[in-house]
């Protein structure tokens, strides 16, 4: 792979740990384990029985989690304290050559996590107002299904599953960002005069 491949592809698993971090790690550890992949040094760790195990087992609860409105919330609150750490080191081990972890590669892994999950927490947040649990649903599965995806293709083609990501993203935000928008004017118009 060349350095822009292995580039991409840091930067699309720090993006991916920001919206399913235990998914992502249990991911990357299973596709070394099997030989998928040749993993970087730094992210051998993740091919660990204790790592598999726990990162599989902490999947599985957020898959429960966050299918429950309210819940998800609460849980997307508390992960932060995971997802940008673990988009930090996902990101620095895959840039680094010799297993040391440089600061400007955990610095754009934060970022990019904490970006991704952040788009991911306020979307749900604006999703958990709705009076019903369908579109709560609904945004949760499609993000299961936009993880797992977007892991089986982030190691073939990196360029295009951080594309997608972003696209993705962007997709989410965008809507989120013009409901909050109607929300906030609504909220400041004077009474008995239509919000624009």
Not at 74 to 97: I, N, Y
Not at 99 to 107: K, R
Not at 118 to 137: D, Q
Request: charged share 10%; net charge neutral; hydrophobic share 55%.
């Amino acid at each position: 792979m060349t350095e822009a491949h292995i580039f991409a592809l840091g930067l699309a698993l720090a993006c991916l740990a920001g919206v399913r971090a235990y998914l992502t790690v249990f991911g990357v550890g299973l596709a070394g384990l099997m030989g998928w992949i040749e993993l970087p040094a730094a992210l051998q760790a993740t091919t660990s029985p204790w790592v598999l195990g726990t990162a599989g087992a902490l999947a599985a609860v957020e898959f429960a989690t966050d299918k429950i409105p309210g819940v998800d919330s609460g849980w997307d609150l508390l992960q932060t304290l995971a997802r940008v750490p673990a988009g930090a080191f996902l990101a620095a081990a895959t840039l680094s050559d010799d297993g040391q972890l440089g600061t400007g590669a955990l610095a754009l892994g934060a970022g990019a996590a904490l970006t991704t999950h952040a788009i991911k927490a306020g979307t749900r947040a604006l999703i958990n107002a709705s009076p019903e649990p369908l579109s709560n649903w609904t945004a949760s599965v499609g993000e299961d299904a936009a993880a797992v995806g977007s892991l089986a293709l982030v190691f073939s083609h990196p360029w295009l599953a951080l594309g997608l990501l972003f696209c993705v993203m962007a997709l989410i935000a965008l809507p989120a960002l013009l409901i909050l928008r109607w929300l906030w004017r609504r909220r400041r118009a004077p009474a008995g005069l239509p919000a624009t």
